[in-house]
């Protein structure tokens, strides 16, 4: 007997943006597969969001205050914006009601402590009181029940196949953009074939796809999330128990989806212990298996990334099995020079020609950042604490005019050539090269200057928190797509530059994590551009470091510029 099939209320995005007609098939119409595109249904998505987070605002959603139309107060997206397929904002942080545990339980935070049971609510933080309504249901870790027709390794869920659509297709850049045998390929390919036949890396893939959707409707950990990372824990020590599973390439991708997507969720001091099981799993690791240079090469981009969140060195593992796939080398040996990102730029500019989506003055301020950063490289090669490094305060504010963003007479010719995702790229290098200066201190009018012309005025500086308010609008305006079609590296400096003036962990962490999608579709095993990346971040930290010594040690006052990080 045939299995029962699911259909979709409505028709998927691709067949719906061409005018196609397409026959609602679940997890993907016939359509999306003839022509092997990803397959993505925005309606049956919000309606399994809906399903996890059954709470009310006491405020319109944006979209429905703007047109001045009544709204349903539903969260995370009104009825309204779900009928017209509207963008659905609300200004307001969650607050969940725990009236409904059982006595004696609590419900797990973002850091992942439980929340005591006769607290009442869990108070994010707010300017305003918030007041929502309760849960329809007890919040448990109870799942829905399983349905058949799909050859899962576990028990199929209802939310199952959207979760799984989810993590193909939204969770990475779309296909088409990617480069050809790239992470975010593999991904969708080689890691899910295993998933598919593992219990445990399975479980660990609907976890991140579940973490992915908490983190963009900026929620605590919903029951699906919690309830599929409590699994691939539990499976994960069975297999660790085993010799003959504990070092195969299903363990492995489970620990490394649990330490990644923790770090997504901002549970630094979880996903850092996940990171630690990690590091023992890689001791079991054969170095004969299937798919295992694309997985290795995951898991050293991975570490380099929790080295740029915490203050600390890339711990690289030094085993046998690892030697053949590149793990054994040390940390100077990761790229040439710190300027090599921004090179990566003007490089990938220069070979558009025409299309270039770059101004001329973008181009001379980069090439100018590039002249700043090659005269104190030395910075890479020290520590903090060594007296013959030069720091950029040494520097006069003269020698880096170049780098002031003005508006030429060729910008003005090229206006009518740009588009308005174009003009917003280049603001967003505009407003990452004022963070670059204001954090380096040189002047505060140096740093007005990467953003506006030079002329006499009064006014004060630009604080660097509104500039980075402003680059966190304009980066979510432009997508992924667009930047990988003209800039890939520019949108990874521009989140790099724009982490390491933040002023606390959580959104020094959510901007190096904004630059994942890219840097996923497109490195290779090389992870040339990730190791880039990781020295010129490590030579901002440094300099950064050193301007704000010299700063107390010269002024006797604390430095005007952002504070320093704080540690993990």
């Given at each position: 007997m045939a299995a029962p099939t699911s259909h979709a209320l409505r028709s998927c995005v691709a067949c719906k943006s061409k005018k196609r007609q397409c026959d609602k098939l679940l997890p993907s119409?016939?359509?999306?597969?003839?022509?092997?595109?990803?397959?993505?249904?925005?309606?049956?998505?919000e309606l399994?969001?809906?399903?996890?987070?059954?709470?009310?605002?006491?405020?319109?959603?944006?979209?429905?205050?703007?047109?001045?139309?009544?709204?349903?107060?539903?969260?995370?997206?009104?009825?309204?914006?779900?009928?017209?397929?509207?963008?659905?904002?609300?200004?307001?942080?969650?607050?969940?009601?725990?009236?409904?545990?059982?006595?004696?339980?609590?419900?797990?935070?973002?850091?992942?402590?439980?929340?005591?049971?006769?607290?009442?609510?869990?108070?994010?933080?707010?300017?305003?009181?918030?007041?929502l309504r309760p849960y329809t249901e007890p919040v448990?870790?109870?799942?829905?029940?399983?349905?058949?027709?799909?050859?899962?390794?576990?028990?199929d869920r209802t939310y199952t196949s959207s979760l799984i659509n989810h993590f193909c297709s939204?969770?990475?850049?779309?296909?088409?953009?990617?480069?050809?045998?790239?992470?975010?390929?593999?991904?969708?390919?080689?890691?899910?074939?295993?998933?598919?036949?593992?219990?445990?890396?399975?479980?660990?893939?609907?976890?991140?796809?579940?973490?992915?959707?908490?983190?963009?409707?900026?929620?605590?950990?919903?029951?699906?999330?919690?309830?599929h990372s409590m699994q691939t824990v539990r499976l994960l020590r069975q297999k660790l128990e085993?010799?003959?599973?504990?070092?195969?390439?299903?363990?492995?991708?489970?620990?490394?989806?649990?330490?990644?997507?923790?770090?997504?969720?901002?549970?630094?001091?979880i996903a850092l212990t996940h990171r630690s099981g990690l590091m023992k799993v890689l001791e079991f690791l054969k170095g004969d298996g299937l798919h295992l240079a694309e997985l290795v090469s995951l898991i050293k981009m991975m570490l380099l990334v929790f080295s740029m969140i915490a203050p600390q060195d890339p711990a690289f593992p030094l085993w046998d099995a690892g030697a053949a796939h590149g793990l054994v080398y040390s940390t100077p040996s990761l790229a040439p020079t710190?300027?090599?990102?921004?090179?990566?730029?003007?490089?990938?500019?220069?070979?558009?020609?025409?299309?270039?989506?770059?101004?001329?003055?973008?181009?001379?301020?980069?090439?100018?950042?590039?002249?700043?950063?090659?005269?104190?490289?030395?910075?890479?090669?020290?520590?903090?604490?060594?007296?013959?490094?030069?720091?950029?305060?040494a520097r006069p504010a003269e020698a880096v005019k170049d780098t002031t963003i003005l508006q030429s007479s060729s910008d003005i010719g090229q206006e009518s050539q740009h588009t308005a995702t174009t003009r917003d790229m280049n603001k967003c290098l505009q407003y990452a090269a004022t963070?670059?200066?204001?954090?380096?201190?040189?002047?505060?009018?140096?740093?007005?200057?990467?953003?506006?012309?030079?002329?006499?005025?009064?006014?004060?500086?630009?604080?660097?928190?509104?500039e980075l308010l402003n680059l966190t609008r304009l980066?979510?305006?432009?997508?992924?797509?667009?930047?990988?079609?003209?800039?890939?590296?520019?949108?990874?400096?521009?989140?790099?530059?724009a982490a390491a003036s933040a002023v606390d962990t959580n959104s020094r962490s959510g901007f190096i994590m904004m630059a994942m999608p890219v840097l996923l579709a497109l490195e290779t095993t090389e992870l040339a551009v990730t190791r880039q990346a990781w020295v010129y971040f490590n030579w901002l930290e440094r300099a950064r470091n050193l301007c704000h010594q010299q700063s107390v040690e010269e002024e006797g006052s604390p430095w005007a510029g952002p504070v320093l990080y704080q540690s993990v």
């Open positions: 119409c016939s359509r999306c597969i003839r022509v092997e595109q990803p397959c993505l249904y925005m309606g049956y998505m399994v969001i809906s399903e996890r987070c059954e709470v009310k605002s006491p405020f319109a959603c944006l979209t429905c205050k703007k047109a001045k139309r009544p709204c349903s107060n539903d969260m995370p997206r009104c009825s309204r914006c779900t009928r017209l397929d509207l963008a659905c904002e609300y200004n307001v942080k969650l607050a969940y009601i725990q009236n409904t545990l059982p006595p004696g339980e609590g419900l797990p935070s973002r850091d992942g402590s439980l929340i005591a049971p006769m607290t009442g609510a869990i108070s994010l933080p707010y300017t305003e009181p918030v007041t448990t870790l109870r799942v829905l029940e399983p349905t058949p027709g799909h050859n899962y390794p576990i028990e939204y969770s990475f850049v779309p296909i088409s953009s990617t480069v050809r045998n790239s992470l975010a390929v593999h991904l969708r390919t080689a890691w899910m074939r295993h998933a598919m036949v593992d219990p445990c890396l399975f479980h660990s893939t609907l976890f991140s796809a579940s973490a992915h959707i908490d983190n963009l409707h900026n929620v605590p950990e919903s029951r699906q999330t919690t309830y085993d010799p003959i599973t504990r070092g195969n390439y299903e363990t492995a991708a489970a620990a490394l989806a649990l330490a990644l997507f923790n770090m997504r969720l901002d549970r630094h001091e710190p300027s090599g990102i921004l090179e990566s730029i003007l490089g990938r500019d220069a070979l558009a020609g025409d299309t270039s989506a770059l101004t001329s003055s973008a181009r001379s301020t980069i090439q100018g950042i590039i002249n700043y950063i090659v005269d104190h490289s030395q910075m890479t090669h020290g520590t903090t604490h060594d007296p013959q490094i030069p720091t950029p305060h963070l670059f200066h204001h954090m380096l201190g040189n002047s505060q009018q140096t740093a007005a200057a990467a953003i506006t012309p030079r002329v006499t005025t009064t006014n004060p500086p630009p604080n660097s928190r509104d980066l979510r305006s432009v997508g992924f797509t667009a930047w990988l079609q003209h800039a890939p590296e520019g949108y990874i400096w521009i989140c790099l530059t």
